[in-house]
């Protein structure tokens, strides 16, 4: 099946520092998607984004949907313990379509 | 505010086993997905319903049947469990084109 390819694997910052992750696909997606998945539960939407080229913030996250419609990044700005966890993105071709997901980026905070 | 619902959390099969995870989603939502996830990987979709009425295949489709049972309800079957479908299954909905809501996951294992 299609594969997203997400990096970095995992990454290993000090509290208060910006992250960085991205997404890259040899298809094309209508829609990205980022989630966060805790330990034990599902994933929780972050961010939506459905135009090429379209920047979208919540609160310290910012996400970026590729002009290309190839591929997204996810930036955290002032990283605190709580955003620790596996971060995912996801594509879309379009309507009811099932989501293609990347194998996660493990972001672990070190005090 | 429940939003998603799977049950049961958690559930230990033998081999050949059959049983049933079943889904219900509050949000008024037209569309629904199953999806596994293995250690290290992003989910992968087993089956979709697009409206009430309708099923597709999704990527790892064998070994799995569903029923969309009403608008709110989307189960699924494994008629006779194996060790490779040890996984966790998460439960999704959405509006068509519209971002996916995952329910807190089943986790399964076949022994």
């Known amino acids: 099946g299609q594969q997203l390819n997400q990096s970095p694997q995992s990454m290993f910052i000090q509290e208060g520092e910006d992250v960085s992750m991205n997404c890259t696909s040899s298809?094309?997606?209508?829609?990205w998607l980022w989630y966060k998945q805790d330990p034990g539960e599902g994933p929780v939407l972050l961010i939506a984004?459905?135009?090429?080229?379209e920047l979208t913030s919540n609160g310290r996250l910012t996400a970026q949907f590729g002009t290309t419609r190839k591929d997204s990044f996810l930036n955290i700005s002032a990283s605190i313990p709580s955003d620790v966890g596996i971060y995912f993105c996801?594509?879309?071709?379009?309507?009811?379509?099932?989501?293609?997901f990347g194998k996660g980026t493990h972001l672990i905070i070190q005090p | 505010n429940a939003g998603v619902t799977q049950t049961p959390k958690f559930q230990v099969l033998k081999t050949g086993q059959s049983m049933t995870l079943q889904c219900a989603q509050d949000?008024?939502?037209?569309?629904m997905y199953w999806y596994r996830q293995d250690p290290g990987m992003g989910l992968r979709l087993i089956y979709y319903?697009?409206?009430?009425?309708?099923?597709d295949k999704g990527e790892v489709p064998n070994g799995y049947n569903v029923s969309r049972l009403n608008k709110r309800e989307f189960s699924l079957r494994l008629e006779s469990a194996a060790p490779s479908q040890t996984s966790v299954y998460f439960c999704?909905?959405?509006?068509?084109?519209?971002?996916?809501?995952f329910g807190a996951g089943t986790r399964l294992s076949v022994l």
């Open positions: 999704a909905s959405s509006d068509p084109g519209r971002s996916q809501y």
């Open positions: 298809s094309i997606f209508n829609t």
């Open positions: 984004l459905y135009k090429a080229g």
């Open positions: 996801a594509g879309q071709m379009g309507g009811a379509d099932g989501l293609t």
């Open positions: 949000m008024n939502h037209n569309s």
């Open positions: 319903s697009a409206s009430e009425g309708t099923t």
